[in-house]
């Protein structure tokens, strides 16, 4: 009874969404474009990291992203619960997939997410950047895709299971070997 409440009304007509995704992509599926420009609002950054990290390109990562949204909307009708992030993180992973398989083209990662610490010049950065990225060019295909969801996208290792119908022991020894075969390289870059 929100419209007793005048102090929720406000809240709700301000644009702060309270609803949780799985009641926006209800709405969505019943064909409200508002809820589903919200639930795109909340989860673009996402899916466009991710996107941009598997392609290794902000063009081409973008492009993704879009087409993964333009999915999703197309198929909201059949998201059935569980965590939202989940279900679009797979539509995009699929999505990558289906470009990689046409251009038969190699994976190549920019990882941007970086912490630098104070006291670094500019030209220390992106040394450390390019020796990360050579780092992650140098883990299998499947540790890369591993870290990159599990990392970079911030999926919990049962979505990421999810996302790419890989078993979840598979996922997590991806993940623990690719972050320790990172770890390595970088440690052996420093060092020399």
Same mark, same amino acid.
């Given at each position: 009874?929100?419209?007793?409440?005048?102090?929720?009304?406000?809240?709700?007509?301000?644009?702060?969404?309270?609803?949780?995704?799985?009641?926006?992509?209800?709405?969505? %599926?019943?064909?409200?474009?508002?809820?589903?420009?919200?639930?795109?609002?909340?989860?673009?950054?996402?899916?466009?990291?991710?996107?941009?990290?598997?392609?290794?390109?902000?063009?081409?990562?973008?492009?993704?992203?879009?087409?993964?949204?333009?999915?999703?909307?197309?198929?909201?009708?059949?998201?059935?619960?569980?965590?939202?992030?989940?279900?679009?993180?797979?539509?995009?992973?699929?999505?990558?997939?289906?470009?990689?398989?046409?251009?038969?083209?190699?994976?190549?990662?920019?990882?941007?997410?970086?912490?630098?610490?104070?006291?670094?010049?500019? %030209?220390?950065?992106?040394?450390?950047?390019?020796?990360?990225?050579?780092?992650?060019?140098?883990?299998?295909?499947?540790?890369?895709?591993?870290?990159?969801?599990?990392?970079?996208?911030?999926?919990?290792?049962?979505?990421? %299971?999810?996302?790419?119908?890989?078993?979840?022991?598979?996922?997590?020894?991806?993940?623990?070997?690719?972050?320790?075969?990172?770890?390595?390289?970088?440690?052996?870059?420093?060092?020399?």
């Amino acid at each position: 009874m929100a419209a007793n409440r005048p102090d929720l009304w406000i809240v709700a007509a301000g644009g702060n969404d309270m609803r949780t995704d799985p009641d926006l992509a209800a709405d969505a %599926a019943r064909g409200s474009e508002s809820a589903y420009a919200e639930l795109v609002r909340r989860h673009q950054a996402r899916v466009r990291g991710m996107a941009r990290r598997l392609t290794g390109t902000a063009s081409d990562g973008d492009d993704i992203a879009q087409a993964t949204f333009l999915t999703a909307w197309q198929k909201i009708g059949t998201y059935v619960g569980g965590t939202f992030a989940a279900w679009i993180c797979t539509i995009c992973y699929r999505e990558f997939l289906q470009v990689r398989r046409r251009q038969k083209m190699e994976i190549a990662f920019d990882e941007t997410a970086e912490i630098i610490p104070f006291g670094r010049t500019q %030209a220390d950065t992106a040394n450390d950047k390019m020796d990360l990225s050579r780092a992650l060019e140098k883990l299998p295909e499947a540790q890369r895709i591993c870290v990159t969801l599990c990392v970079a996208a911030g999926l919990s290792h049962r979505e990421a %299971a999810e996302a790419t119908g890989w078993p979840l022991g598979t996922i997590k020894s991806h993940v623990n070997r690719g972050v320790a075969a990172l770890r390595k390289h970088l440690a052996a870059t420093e060092v020399a």
